[in-house]
T-cell receptor, first 111, second 114 residues
Framework: RKEVEQDPGPFNVPEGATVAFNCTYSNSASQSFFWYRQDCRKEPKLLMSVYSSGNEDGRFTAQLNRASQYISLLIRDSKLSDSATYLCVVNSGGATNKLIFGTGTLLAVQP | DAGITQSPRHKVTETGTPVTLRCHQTENHRYMYWYRQDPGHGLRLIHYSYGVKDTDKGEVSDGYSVSRSKTEDFLLTLESATSSQTSVYFC?????????????FGDGTRLSIL
């Protein structure tokens, strides 16, 4: 089982739609969670950290469910500019405490 | 954007040749990382550094070496490049190395080994 799993998509949605991605992680010792955005042939960029209580940044909402070991990202009122790959990132916990990256979910927002 | 510069941005070379990639930061961050990104895989950590002359291996370190002689520079060397090392390489930095804060990435280097 991969340490971080995401549905690769693509998610094809019309402008204005609401779309949600889930990500599961295998290490219950993980303490930190992030969503990154990666445009085609570009570097990953931090979209938002995910806090235990859930957090919102404009049209983006992130949630954490520790019991089920998944995090989610909700995008409301999708824009064409939201088209990108969204990477779920989890820290490994324990002694090594590295960041583990999912393979990403591709979102394509259609006009 | 974080002040991270990778060079070269693109490189094509032949199997068996040595290759060095450079990462330069202007943020004075203590931690620097080298990742590779391949289709079907998330970013995978090659090596990282937690200070000048302090480095450690990541999950895919075979065939790679690193050096950090100054806070701002982190070099990744492929001693004898192989086709399996064709990839996109990203450098990242963070102020703290606990994995509890996000890392910020350079623009990447596209490396092709023929």
């Amino acid at each position: 089982r991969k340490e971080v799993e995401q549905d690769p998509g693509p998610f094809n949605v019309p402008e204005g739609a609401t779309v949600a991605f889930n990500c599961t992680y295998s290490n219950s010792a993980s303490q930190s969670f992030f969503w990154y955005r990666q445009d085609c042939r570009k570097e990953p960029k931090l979209l938002m950290s995910v806090y235990s209580s859930g957090n919102e940044d404009g049209r983006f909402t992130a949630q954490l469910n520790r019991a089920s070991q998944y995090i989610s990202l909700l995008i409301r009122d999708s824009k064409l500019s939201d088209s990108a790959t969204y990477l779920c990132v989890v820290n490994s916990g324990g002694a090594t405490n590295k960041l583990i990256f999912g393979t990403g979910t591709l979102l394509a927002v259609q006009p | 954007d974080a002040g991270i510069t990778q060079s070269p941005r693109h490189k094509v070379t032949e199997t068996g040749t040595p290759v060095t990639l450079r990462c330069h930061q202007t943020e004075n961050h203590r931690y620097m990382y080298w990742y590779r990104q391949d289709p079907g895989h998330g970013l995978r950590l090659i090596h990282y550094s937690y200070g000048v002359k302090d480095t450690d291996k990541g999950e895919v370190s075979d065939g790679y070496s690193v050096s950090r002689s100054k806070t701002e520079d982190f070099l990744l060397t492929l001693e004898s490049a192989t086709s399996s090392q064709t990839s996109v390489y990203f450098c990242a930095i963070s102020d703290v190395g606990t994995g509890r804060i996000a890392q910020h990435f350079g623009d990447g280097t596209r490396l092709s080994i023929l």
